[in-house]
């Protein structure tokens, strides 16, 4: 009796922790893309890195040639799978955690000089410390005054999109005084509208001041005169 125990507490013990039919078939399909270590992730850790490559033997299943740099040859050849699942995953994960978590059969030095062949190039990362500055002034000032005050490693169009990002509106005073208007009419033939804005409407737009300008049929003389 008690060693019928034994056997119905081993075969329970097998029936957890043996190897499934579908493991099986897994290591089958897959031993020859991928490193036995890379399969323990493939199989959910059910196996170790010693018991993969221990029945990968007692089934015969012999891994490739490697080339001189020690990478199996099979893993320079991308499948059309394998491409989708990394133009789905690129942006958000780096390489390493692509090749742990999703194409388990490249490296991340493989996925990375994929990537690079692909063009896929993240853009540059914003620092908390810019973030928060831009959260703060965002709403204040032009991308191109973003740009000269705040962000000069960053283009025109990386500060709007991570403006539109935030859902950061400008403030666009949307009222001319009578002194503003007085400052177009005198230099508004005279001076570029960047110049104008600079030294007298920092609280205009650049599209502002040239709708207004156009509103009042200013037009350019294109040569600029000292103020006087």
């Given at each position: ?7 119905l507490a081993l075969r329970k013990y097998w029936s957890i922790h043996g190897w ?208 006087k």
């Amino acid at each position: 009796m008690k060693n019928n125990k034994g056997h119905l507490a081993l075969r329970k013990y097998w029936s957890i922790h043996g190897w499934k039919p579908k493991e099986i078939e897994t290591l089958k399909k897959f031993y020859k893309k991928i490193t036995d270590k890379q399969m323990v992730i493939k199989l959910k850790h059910r196996h170790s890195k010693k018991a993969i490559s221990a029945k990968r033997l007692e089934l015969g299943l012999k891994k490739g040639k490697k080339t001189r740099q020690g990478i199996i040859q099979s893993h320079q050849i991308w499948t059309p799978e394998e491409v989708e699942i990394l133009l789905s995953v690129w942006k958000d994960y780096n390489q390493r955690e692509i090749s742990e978590q999703f194409i388990p059969s490249k490296t991340p030095v493989q996925i990375n000089h994929k990537k690079m062949q692909m063009g896929l190039k993240k853009p540059p990362v914003w620092t908390n410390e810019q973030r928060a500055l831009l959260l703060d002034n965002g709403a204040d000032y032009t991308r191109t005054e973003l740009q000269k005050k705040f962000f000069p490693d960053k283009t025109r169009s990386q500060i709007s999109d991570m403006r539109k990002h935030f859902g950061i509106k400008r403030n666009l005073p949307q009222l001319w005084t009578e002194k503003d208007l007085d400052i177009l009419k005198k230099y508004g033939s005279i001076w570029p509208d960047k110049d104008i804005q600079y030294e007298f409407l920092p609280d205009k737009s650049l599209k502002q001041i040239h709708s207004k300008r156009r509103n009042l049929n200013i037009k350019k003389n294109y040569y600029k005169q000292g103020v006087k």
